[in-house]
């Protein structure tokens, strides 16, 4: 099942979606090799795409980021957040109401660029003022204070909860990882009994977003675009459910030792594995 | 919250998404009025198409049982099912390959219209051979020994498992209910340890199609449209997920007695609530 | 289903096992009445134990805390707490190893009372050297830094995980709530993929305990006790699994308005109801 | 971990309490060993219960079946069935009322043994009349026909479900394995929304009740017993909880390949491991 080297099965799409950490960098900085890849799909002609479960920060941030890697070509409007769908849902259905978040005070501008009302959970005065409760991040805030004040304003609130991001854990450094705030959620909706709305991989909405957003220029079809991760639950899933081709690699959350086991555990398979996409 | 009458409602928008079990149809036939609230909408020019988790029949045959109760003017291809979201996976991602199902033989066209083969899983005589296995309809297999065959296939094949209706359940007569495919595809998920693919409501791939699909000849934003539906926790959740208003009826699933304190119960908020479409 | 007063039904018991909060005592002190009932039964000559699900105290702790709002009769030896269920555990088990724990320092005693050493989860400076982990209580420590530390320490180290209160929220004051231990601990199972070790209700082992311990002086049978709790997850469905006639009250986290409805729902079924012990 | 031979580790204790499917017999018989294993620990006064999750047949036929396979020293009072757990709680908790059951003739005699009536679900005529449900075996009836009666019974009856045996599958020939009581039971929880009463390990009941048993002539600390099984999340872990020392045997359910990572996966971790008890 191992593919080698990535570049000669990238060229084969018309475009490729890259998932952002694990794959296209880590928190030694750049993956190794992989400004180069870019690089030459750039000389190609494919065109690219990043859709990352990384709410924390807005696609302007994130490309300021690449662009300190090396990533230099790396566009603002290449990047799909799942912030974004969250966002797009505050705007369609909030509508310019209070939200009430979890989060850094950098993480509520999707809030704000909604046109809604954002205010720390910590500093929420009156709960039946809230409209509806975001999680975008799982820094800037005391957990036990806030997320024991999240389920009393639920248990009296029937609000939208939206989650911006499903992952539950995340790597920091020296192969050490954090709950992310897909964990958080996780526990409230168990303690809480209700259903949030997760946003990103492997819900489909941001490849639709992406596939949508390159026709308004090109025209291809799902055959013409690969998927690379590294995670078999979330970027994998997403593309083998949207209908495109995917591709595995190893240089993030799913390691040589032990994906082909993981791949027979969980079921669900990549059409292709590559180590990295050097 | 309850506003009267569904038409003015449904006036104020472009489009509806009706979902059709507990929406425009029951065990007894149409639903009191039904026929006359979709004449009334043709006539005012709104566009209306049915997103149904319905993968038993096509949407031909769908379309021939809603002109048998007097919904003379749906037309085939305003009807769009959880199947024809696993068929196009079949499509993009089997190509060709042999299909094991679950199902009657009528629903195992879904896979033959895909290009792939399809073989009862009764008939299953090679493990190694099967591509993929789909789980499309509750009737027409012995669920002792094919569901205890596929669970055996699951072990040693690691192929994608398609569920194409992510319901657990469906209305039979009489006020009873029988385990959906949904239903026996969540079991065989807990026994073997893995995750399916599931396709219908609430995932958004449905109301992706069906946007899309007007658009080719209108050009509606998601807030001229409403989804009209009897269940919160796929018609709504969906809906509200996607972005547009939604409306939740009390004709079926949801009961007038019990609305109030269920969307309390799972936090799935709809904009609006009707006892019926009449 | 209702029976009043609880005092006659209790007569025809010759044990009462007795949840704590919500049934004893809640946020604003004594249940009402519930004092002249427990010393109705004393001078009746039933035999009566008290099984909590409260772990961050010891059984001398409780009785210190009963006598101070007027149950002056509560014994430390009638009172069997979860915490006791975990402390045998280690004992048993862990015998004399260095358990992290997550918790107040007080609530530590039950490691160094089983024979072992106990270290704060921010004092853990070797995760090597960890023997067990153990979820004590919701206080005490930073649960951003703490709870990842625990993620990480889990990720390296295949040790038996304790959590000494299966319970997921508590009641705070002003009809509000906390997220308890067990809700903590089960964000971390879901995260890390991992089963711990859960003691307290509904798990037989308290009942077990209790009865093994009645029996040391007295010859009771099953039919004999009665068990008397506020919530049908943990107390009801514990009795009824152990087997004892079981006695929901109304006077804590299962209300009078909703009581019928909850049986129906969960078909946890308790053997009658009282609105409180008085 | 590994320790060879079992029987220089079970001479160590007093008592062995073994798992039967996968430690004492599998498919083709008599684990080879075994016998001669089990006669030596009864030649060296060790002694002896069996705790199965098998409960499609009485002890007495279990021991008939044991017998056939060479273990002639093994009596129906050594042997604890999960289904005797459940018969208990019919008795204590039903007492006399009309038991509806999914499972073959055979399996009922658990109800009448309890002093209930047993109906089989497809000739249950009146819900109103059914006082608990009760799962015994995955055989014996029609699973589409009979499981859809259960679940509407269960919509309209807040009575009592039992399930006689957790475990999800079982092994049957040629490496093949089949969905168990367990499995169903599962499917049905999920679609209707209930907790179910399970009978069996991991649950500690078996164990006191094996433990009691045989302090009714000796006097055995838990110090002095071992539990011997082939699978973690029934056997070590209920083991584990009780509070002895387990052994995991790598004849059965966790092979030889896999156990290392099994453990470190799931966090179940057994004091000790053996290729098999021969």
Redesign the interface.
Known sequence: MLHLPFLNLARQFRAIFFDSYGVLRDSGGAIAGGVETVEALRTDGVLIRVLTNDASRSRGQQAEKFRSLGYTSIRPDEIITSGMMAR??L???VAGGLVAYLGTAASARYITDAGCSAVAMSEVTDFTKVDAVAFLD??GF???RD??TT??L??IR????LVANTD??YPTRYG????ATG??A??LE????????HFGKP???MF?HAFEDLNLQDSLA??DILMVGDTL?TDI?GG??F??RTCLVLSGNTSLLEYQ?E???????P?FVVESIA
């Open positions: 797009q849902f705007q369609d259905k799982d820094e005391e957990w036990a997320l024991n389920v009393n639920l248990r029937s609000v939208p909860v539950k854990l050490r990882v954090a709950v964990g958080l996780k526990m168990e303690v809480v009994g209700r259903r949030f709305l819900d489909t909405q639709h799902k055959r639950g899933l083998n459910k209908g495109i086991a791949i027979q555990r969980v079921g669900i398979v059409d």
